[in-house]
């Protein structure tokens, strides 16, 4: 059984950092984009970054460029976003998906997904 489990949300300050992790089990992502959606209550899931599968490309929405970063670790079957400079704008249900040929930016795209961490900004 496929499962990609998030890990590492929570309540921060404004200004605040956190990390949050994307286990993966049940298969090897090795060959698979992964990448970090978002969504607030009331909106869209939002594409947030993505990075390819041997680690060398990665994608940002505009919204969170210079203030969030993605990275995996293979060997681990484990990526992760750290988040710094939050911002209210950035409470969310943060979800990770995997997927192949994918879309970057579309999650109808991404095959796989995680149950969602609640990350909560206050001001």
């Known amino acids: 059984q496929v499962q990609l489990v998030e890990s590492g949300g929570g309540l921060v300050q404004a200004g605040g950092s956190l990390r949050l992790s994307c286990a993966a089990s049940?298969?090897?992502?090795?060959?698979?984009?992964m990448g970090w959606f978002r969504q607030a209550p009331g909106k869209e899931r939002e594409f947030v970054a993505a990075?390819?599968?041997?680690?060398?490309?990665?994608y940002y929405a505009n919204s969170v460029k210079g203030r969030f970063t993605i990275s995996r670790e293979s060997a681990k079957n484990t990526m992760y976003l750290r988040m710094n400079s939050l911002k209210p704008e950035d409470t969310a249900v943060y979800y990770c998906a995997a997927g192949r040929n994918v879309v970057i930016g579309a999650p109808t795209s991404y095959g796989y997904w995680g149950q969602g961490t609640q990350v909560t900004v206050s001001s």
């Open positions: 049940g298969r090897t992502f090795t060959s698979y984009t």
């Open positions: 990075i390819n599968w041997s680690g060398g490309a990665t």
